[in-house]
């Protein structure tokens, strides 16, 4: 569903993706680790057709991003890092114009429009302009738009931040969901306990390269014996050097 095949970008004579290979199968949900500035975006970029690689392949659902562009798309959700909406739209207006965008038919997108609007506990503002909206409650229109049009390949770049315990963990359960019929996901998170709660697989990547992929169990037997038990918050420090943080505390 998603396959990335040597995956690289220069920004003049920086690389910030260098050669990534992977594959997110029907059903699976793949969570993206790495630092700050690691090229987790970047990489979400190219794999939705918004950055041209400088080499390597994206594919979704079998067509290239860079070559096939509106076929991968049409496939293809993406909940960006920055909930992008149109204020001068109301919330209701958003998820119409996503569902005709995304070809949804209207007698579903006439049920499930205010279905998602109360799932998200946004009725009373569905008819409010989004440029009144809150950053969590923006963030929960653009996750609502991409339940509405049901994608095959979905991307996550931090979905869950700005949202309230309550709806993060809707959302948890909406991409398992989403997962359990048949979509392939792609989640970049920061919040591990959710990589490890939700993903199937997991790749980490450092310096534009990734250091690490597997499940968390085959993550663990990778990093010796002495990982059994080990939280994903320790492999994934001793993976990316966090733990020099003790050192640079010194300094505090
Ligand atoms: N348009 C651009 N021009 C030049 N450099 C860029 C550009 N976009 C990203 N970079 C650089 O590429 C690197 C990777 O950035 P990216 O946004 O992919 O990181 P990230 O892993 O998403 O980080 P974060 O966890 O902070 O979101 C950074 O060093 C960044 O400065
Ligand atoms: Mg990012």
């Given at each position: 569903m998603i396959e990335v095949s040597g995956l690289t970008k220069r920004f003049g004579t920086y690389t910030a993706v260098s050669d990534?290979?992977?594959?997110?199968?029907?059903?699976?949900?793949?969570?993206?680790?790495?630092?700050?500035?690691?090229?987790?975006?970047?990489?979400v970029k190219m794999l939705t057709g918004l950055l041209r690689p400088s080499a390597g392949t994206a594919r979704i659902c079998g067509f290239d991003v860079a070559s096939d562009t509106l076929e991968a798309k049409r496939r293809l959700g993406l909940v960006?890092?920055?909930?992008?909406?149109?204020?001068?739209?109301?919330?209701?207006?958003f998820l119409r114009l996503t569902g005709d965008l995304y070809e949804v038919p209207y007698e579903v997108q006439r049920r499930r429009v205010p279905e998602l609007l109360e799932m998200f506990e946004l009725t009373g503002f569905g008819g409010e302009l989004l440029e009144t909206y809150s950053h969590g409650m923006r963030q929960k229109v653009v996750l609502a738009s991409v339940i509405l049009?049901?994608?095959?390949?979905?991307?996550?770049?931090?979905?869950l931040v700005g949202l309230d315990p309550k709806s993060a963990r809707m959302a948890k359960e909406i991409?398992?969901?989403?997962?359990?019929?048949?979509?392939?996901?792609?989640?970049?998170?920061?919040?591990?306990?959710?990589?490890?709660?939700?993903?199937?697989?997991?790749g980490i990547i450092l310096g534009g390269r990734l250091v690490a992929e597997g499940t968390l169990a085959e993550l663990r037997s990778r990093s010796g014996p002495a990982a059994q038990g080990r939280s994903l918050e320790e492999i994934f420090l001793e993976l990316t050097g966090g733990q020099e943080y003790a050192a640079l505390l010194k300094n505090l």
């Open positions: 990534l290979s992977l594959r997110v199968e029907p059903g699976r949900i793949y969570g993206f680790l790495g630092p700050n500035g690691a090229g987790k975006t970047t990489t960006p890092d920055e909930p992008f909406v149109y204020p001068k739209l109301t919330g209701a207006e049009h049901e994608p095959k390949a979905l991307i996550l770049d931090e979905p991409f398992r969901t989403m997962a359990a019929r048949g979509a392939a996901i792609f989640m970049c998170t920061h919040v591990l306990e959710i990589a490890e709660r939700i993903c199937d697989r997991i």
